[in-house]
């Protein structure tokens, strides 16, 4: 048996070319070449009409090679960008144009594209274009939206783009089941994935070949491919679309075409010279999407026990000023809401409403995070009003490890049934409370009452559907001198996959993880792909690879069984050897059996001699390439999911809240992770880790403020708060642990299931429950500042809300946890890291 | 986010910077000087300002020393926030420097911002701005018409907006060493590590029989950020003398904070009270440390 990889903590083979400045991201494209740079006109507006565009005065800009307005556009190109994602519900979808042709939907929208020698005279001149605006009154929020007295859209006179009404169960028999009953509002803000690589086009016409190459800061290349050959009406085997490194995604660039990946081609052909534009922070944040903001109401009746018999929600979604990417957030807010709970009844009803703001489209987690914010702060209301433990209410309405697959009756994102493959939530609790001291905090509120500060702690649990269809594919080519080359559709932006698929490959194939080369995301290596988002890479390309890789090895083995003059049954490869089960001495070099694989006329090097036409044949009556098969080793396949698989987490979090000022601070974090089989523990926890960064994020710094003319009025890093390294609780000081349960999925071929998007998706929820409990009054809209929680304290104060109680874990219930954690040590010991 | 056109200059001399200045000036030119360009930069990259000249002070000579004497320290143009922060001789004779500098924006931005240019700037949100009020500096200017030394009270003017003419350049500030025996502090909050305070406060404690017959016997001052036009410094003695609630009385009743995203006036009124207890307790603590030594 060679090495193992599959399950090492492996160093990212990435790391030391990104971290050392060698990385290759869109803007260092043609970098020192004669390159025309591209620069956006955008709408100062939220909500208007274009009377006139005068450009005479910026074509006077010295340098400036082009100016290009919607009149210049015809055929598909003048068409609206596509809807992605359509869906019966949709039933208004609108997109923008490439560039806006009467109207403008938000500001930030592109009216006008200056090519020129470089930026800074493409800015210059787009400064110098004057346009006559009849401006309009800007749906500037949800509740303007709701009100309906403005319209985003003229056409769309309620601003409703979608309307979904979906249920399982008797609610009204839940309800009538329940002896309590509770009914509230929550609320969450806007924010975004603000990658530190914006979005960013590089585009070379060949005239000569009539092809085109484009470069794109995107995490959906070949769709984007098929996106700008549709659009400009080339062939699309005349297109490639390559991702380059790409400086993060989080979201933001699987929504696509954008009218820059669109237009920066058009300019590259009509001009002749190639083009580029990269995206700059401002333009990030006024043009690229945002996502998460929504207002939900929840009825929810339970029992005395805190088992919820009917859940009802209601809530009305952002969607922003177009819907490009249909109703995708909004669908997993409502499905992914129940979590690992399993209510009697559950009714759940959106409205996915139109804003003059930038448009919405996934955001790490997309749409989870609002959804378990839902269903955790109903658990911790019912844990209120019962005066119960939070966290046995939680248990009291999991599903148990012995029910799966279950399904929860709803159609998912996938357009799939909503069946959960594997879990064990009850033992993921127990480790938690465990990691945590659930049961026993009473001398750490001590010691932080001694030094003047409010102690508090909060959990939350989620579940999610990961590794979402309908494909992938990868392809795995040995090449002679024994090197393997992996290739998938999909694409990188920083995650690891280089790393994470070359185990996966050395594994399957036999071969040590140095000799693996993988490249993703380009269109020359790989045609068919759908995109990295939802948390789907390990799943879907780890699976893809497994296969590709096997039905590499299948061949490698056959034709090294022919040259050994043995059965392939008895043959293994080891370190890249295939040798001779027991006999290791019986043995040959993958690499020769690669060149023995694609028989020749001509020796190219002194390898390829030996598979030349005077080398021997052992058989004159059979074609050199037989029937059925192919010359070379190379082996490609798909895997296409039946549905997701659900992984899940569960968090906690001590935090210190100044009682004077109500400055918040995080003081502990706890993880507890099942994602199913770990490919690389290290790639994961650095995941999860960067996921709880931007969970923090969301829950108490990053929110979009709009005014009420819709302009955004912190579209910059210095007032849109990103935590910095210092606002998030670090590992190495121990203020982060990270605990791994595995459950593995039934449904792929290496058990695994995505944790890409895992850490950011309950932390505004938990951090809600643990500040709370700290203070001692509701919070219910979330990201919370000093600033509002010193505001939440004067209406507490002045008796406008209503108090909270800590209730501990029941004689009963603590005991039963004892008692599990018994049984659990074992298994822990050798998953948590 | 690119700049719009504008000319740059590299003078080598002191003299000729401020001829180039006073030339520009002459034409009607709109130029600005630019030293560690941490805040001149983006306001270029994002075209809030349009000025069509720059004169690059970073090539002039003799203008990076740290002079500390007994009376105080004395910052030249060029003395980066890093260089001071870690200053040892200049923080003995005045804490207050690294006790703000620390908590002015990160290490990277330390590394190039300018003490001087931070006061030339002129944000009421900048610690040194509060630390030259409160310690009474001052900063010498120069132009062709010759050097003056403008007093801390006399150089803010408003919001982003100093008594600089267009065409002079700042030396050097000058910070006062702490008077023997007092304790100093400062604190401040923001949002995130190294941002802009919402409040700060920075204190001055003087024990002993003070200025005049019946005075209380701890002198206290403070100077606040974030919390006014121009950096505001108050006598808090008297209210300290009759207790902690009258300094947060007093406090909130003299400044004038503002609403802005990230907090409001109200909140903002609300902890620049605490800050100026917490600052002057810690300031009192130092002051019996040291005599405890
Ligand atoms: C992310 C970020 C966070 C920051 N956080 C803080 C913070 O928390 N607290 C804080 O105080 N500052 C903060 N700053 C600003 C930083 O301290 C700057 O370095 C400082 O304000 C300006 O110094 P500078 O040398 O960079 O000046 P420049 O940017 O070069 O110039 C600023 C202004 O001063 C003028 N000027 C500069 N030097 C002179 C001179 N010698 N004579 C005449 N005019 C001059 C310029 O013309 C310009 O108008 C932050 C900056 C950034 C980018």
New interface residues.
Partial sequence: MGQRYFGEPIRRTEDIRLTTGQGHYLDDIGAGQPVLEAAFLRSPHANARIRSIDIADALDVEGVRAIYLYEDLAGPVAEPLPVLIPHPALTAPRTPYALAKDRVHHVGQAVAMVVAENRYLAEDAAERIVVDYEVLPAVASLDMARAAERHAHDDVPDNISAHLLQTVGDLDAGFAKATHTLEFDLHVERSASTPLEGKGVYAKWDADDSSLRVYSSTQASTSVRAAIAAKLEIPLLKVEVIAPDVGGGFGVKIAHPWPEEIMVPFAAIRLGQPVKWAEDRREHFISASHERGQDHHVRVGFDDNGVVTALDVLFYHDNGAFTPYGIINPIITSTQLLGPYKPGAYRVDFYSMYTNTVQVTPYRGAGRPQGVFVMERTMDKIAQALGRDRAEVRAANFIQPDEFPYDQGLIFQDGRPLIYDSGNYPHQLTMLKDMIGWDSMGERRADAASRGKLLGVGMACYVEGTGVGPYEGAHVHIQTDGTVDVATGLTSQGQGHQTMLAQITADELGVPFEKIRVVTGDTRRFGYAVGTFASRTAVMSGSAVALAARAAKAKALRVAANALECNENDLEIVDGVVQMKGAPDTKIDLGTVAVLSNPLRYAFDKAAQAATQFQGVDDFDKPPVAEDDEPGLEGKDYYSPPRSTFASGMHAAVVEIDPETFDIHIDKYYVVHDCGRLVNPMIVAGQVHGGVAQGIGGALYEKMEYDEDGQLQNASFMDFLMPYVTEIPQKELGQLELGHQETPSPLNPIGVKGAGEAGVIPVSALIASAIEDAVGFPVDSMPISPNDLYRLHERFAAGELPHVERYAASPSAATRARRGAATRTKKSADTSS | ?????FRMYAPHTVAQAVATLAALEAEGQHAKVLAGGQSLV?VLA??LAEPGHLVDINGVAGLDAIDVSSAGVRVGALVRHAELLRHAEANRVQPLLSQALNLVA?ATIRNRGTTVGSLAHADPSGEMTAVLVLTGGSVTAVSVRGEREIPAAEFFVGPLESSLAADELALSAFFPAAPAGAGTAFVE?A?????YA?SGVGAVVIPGPSRDEGAPTISVSCGFLSVSETPLVLDLSDAWAAGEDSVMAVVRAAIDPQDD????AD?RR??TG??AVRAIREALARVREEQAA
Avoid at chain 2, 1 to 5: N, Q, T, V
């Fill in positions: 986010m690119k700049p719009a056109p983006p994002m075209r990160h909050m949002r995130r590590h190294g941002d919402l995203i990230h907090a409001s909140y609300h902890i605490i800050l």
